[in-house]
């Protein structure tokens, strides 16, 4: 095995002095740390690993492999590793990787060490072509172990460059076409950059549009960086049946039986053989049993009987037919006639799984779990499901006009009502909420309230202060906290929002930062809050649009989505319809709430005739 030949060596001895004097080596990376992740890359490519380090010998330890400082003292560079390696390699082959390096090649330990061997050499080092210059990469090489001395002797002569050796021995170099597998970091951004675990920033999943414009941005454009930007929540927990309704199922459920587990009778009747039944005489049966739902019975129907059987019963041997009771004629307590005709070989018998098969996926993870799904489950003798962790929440209204229900409305203000709104349609989510109040006008209060919310909650709805009048902190402050951006959607109402995710204390928080009047903030949680919430929570439930016709006319202009308030009800002739309510304005919560759906008139769509169909959200049933 050409394994067995070679150790492996990770260069961690370095001072890490462009990161600021950090080890590089235990530096966070893709959920772990660099040095980890090189680790794993090395170990299927060789007999056995070990460390050079210099520093911080214990955390190095922690790998379960041994850790080497350099036999040279002094930081001498990675020849004083190689040198170290060399001494102790036990393999005819030592074969060194950085520590800074997290993504080097699978079989770089095979292609060098066949490189070597077809080249007679005592060292392979890597090279890869970067617009067609030769970059060598020294510190991925496979030396063969009994040249320790020769290094050992251009060490002790003060020699320290990696290729200060190579006219004392046979090198070759061997080429790798892919040059982003050597990638080396070097800084902290770097370091981020390159993070495989890091979330993704806006700009990132905004340069995947082909146009992007914040102060004219569709509605369907919004919805896609909302999307695409926000991240599941992974935490999961197991529950009672009964709780887990409305929650979202966290891993699939396969069924450990069948369903219905044997062959039963979908009528109280008579069980007989297909076979028996005449085409065109009558059939005479004497009756052998009674099967009652739940008790089977033992005894097996010959030609020409059958047996009384109740819905449920278990399908007795021989028997794969059952005709109802009210079809036959009784002529005796043991004797049954039935005319020609009256069944089919096979009717009225319910087949041993044919609900669920046993093995088969009952339910899928991300279901949100309803009423028939608890008794899927039930049917499964399923006691516990594993859920996903709720998620949590935190909202508040901003203003100074805003009151509180219990307080006295001063001039000029007005009820805060956004908060109830939101406290709705979070409860119908299944969130777990954390109410925040009002918080005034005044950054000091904005900043704390959201750094508060941050720290505690999955996500943040705030509603005010988005737009560009001169009490809107928010934009100020939701911008200084994190990575959030500000639109003007091409809608009505709800043109515009706020949207990100803020940092503070090593906790992070999806911020929607939605318009202040009352009705852009429910039409901005309903198409952009609300799915991404859903996806925080493992679900995937887009909103379900359904057609009906429109009463009237409906004035438009193409360029925009329009939420118009509609009721929706039947026509005359059974089919539904729908009629704009009430007066449209953003902050006339009573329309609103006559309303029972929303006319969704699409960007392209313009003015709408009567008669036609247009699309409409209910909001019965819409979680
Ligand atoms: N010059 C411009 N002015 C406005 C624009 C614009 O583009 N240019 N956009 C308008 C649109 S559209 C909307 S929507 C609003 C959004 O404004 P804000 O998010 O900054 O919200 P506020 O100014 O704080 O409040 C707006 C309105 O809503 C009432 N409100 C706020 N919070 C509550 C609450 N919790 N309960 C009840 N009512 C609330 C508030 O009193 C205001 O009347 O901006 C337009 N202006
Ligand atoms: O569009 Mo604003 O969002 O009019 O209320
Ligand atoms: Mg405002």
Not at 72 to 78: D, L, R, V
Not at 329 to 352: E, F, S, W
Not at 407 to 428: A, F, K, W
Not at 520 to 532: H, W
């Amino acid at each position: 095995m050409q394994i067995e030949s070679i150790s492996g060596l990770l260069l961690a001895g370095g001072r890490g002095t462009r990161m600021g004097s950090v080890d590089k080596g235990l530096q966070p990376f893709g959920g772990s740390t660099m040095a980890a992740h090189v680790l794993e890359r090395l170990r299927p490519q060789v007999a056995n690993v070990a460390i050079n380090a210099n520093q911080n010998l214990d955390a190095y330890g922690a790998f379960g492999v041994p850790v080497w400082p350099d036999d040279t003292p002094g930081f001498a560079g990675p020849l004083a590793g190689l040198e170290t390696g060399l001494r102790r390699c036990t393999t005819p082959y030592l074969l060194t990787v950085p520590c800074d390096s997290p993504f080097l090649p699978a079989d770089l330990a095979a292609r060098l060490l066949a490189g070597l061997q077809a080249a007679d050499a005592d060292l392979a080092l890597a090279v890869t072509e970067e617009n067609g210059l030769r970059q060598p990469h020294p510190v991925f090489c496979l030396v063969k172990a009994d040249k320790a001395e020769i290094l050992s002797s251009y060490l002790a002569a003060g020699g320290r460059r990696m290729d200060g050796w190579y006219p004392q021995i046979k090198v070759a170099e061997v080429l790798f076409e892919d040059a982003a597998a050597f990638r080396n970091i070097n800084t902290r951004d770097e370091l981020q950059a390159l993070d495989p675990a890091r979330p993704p920033r806006l700009a990132d999943v905004v340069s995947c549009l082909s146009a992007y414009d914040p102060d004219a941005l569709p509605v369907r454009d919004a919805q896609k960086i909302i999307r695409d930007f926000v991240a599941p929540v992974r935490a999961t927990e197991q529950v009672a049946l009964r709780a887990a309704l409305g929650r979202v199922l966290a891993a699939d459920i396969v069924s450990p039986i069948n369903v219905p587990a044997h062959d039963n009778s979908a009528m109280d009747g008579y069980a007989l053989r297909g076979e028996d039944l005449l085409p065109d005489a009558e059939l005479r049966l004497r009756v052998i049993d009674t099967v009652y739902a739940g008790r089977a019975s033992s005894a097996v129907a010959g030609k020409g009987e059958c047996l009384r059987i109740m819905t449920g019963g278990v399908m007795p041997a021989g028997c794969d037919s059952v005709v109802p009771q009210e079809f036959v004629k009784v002529l005796a307590d043991d004797v049954i006639v039935m005319a020609p005709g009256t069944i089919r070989p096979g009717d009225n018998r319910r087949l041993a799984g044919e609900d669920l098969k046993a093995g088969s996926a009952a339910l899928m993870k991300g279901k949100i779990i309803r009423p028939a799904d608890l008794g899927l489950l039930a049917s499964l003798g399923v006691a516990e499901v594993p859920v996903q962790r709720r998620l949590r929440v935190a909202f508040f209204s901003t203003g100074d006009e805003l009151r509180s229900i219990g307080q006295p409305l001063d001039e000029g203000c007005v009820y805060d009502s956004n908060r109830y709104t939101i406290y709705g349609m979070l409860q119908r989510l299944g969130c777990d909420i954390i109410d925040m109040g009002v918080v005034r006008d005044d950054p000091a209060a904005l900043e704390a309230a959201l750094v508060d919310a941050c720290e505690n909650a999955d996500a943040i709805i705030t509603s005010g202060g988005v737009s560009v009048g001169a009490a809107d902190y928010t934009r100020q402050i939701m911008a200084r906290l994190g990575d959030v951006t500000f639109w003007k959607i091409g809608m009505r109402p709800g043109r515009p929002l706020a949207f990100g995710r803020i940092a503070s204390g090593g906790k992070s928080a999806f911020l929607f930062g939605l318009p202040g009047n009352p009705v852009a903030v429910m039409v901005s949680f309903y198409f952009f809050a609300r799915e991404a919430l859903l996806r925080m929570m493992g679900a995937e439930a887009p909103l379900p649009l359904l057609k009906a016709r429109s009463v009237a006319a409906i004035r438009k202009k193409p360029g925009r989505t329009e939420y118009q308030r509609g009721v929706l009800s039947h026509g005359a002739d059974g089919m539904p319809e729908v009629r704009i309510t009430g007066s449209q304005g953003s902050g006339i919560l009573r329309s609103m709430s006559e309303a029972n759906c929303m006319v969704v008139l699409h960007d392209e769509q313009g003015s709408v005739q009567a008669g036609e169909m247009v699309d409409v959200l209910m909001f019965e049933g819409l979680v």
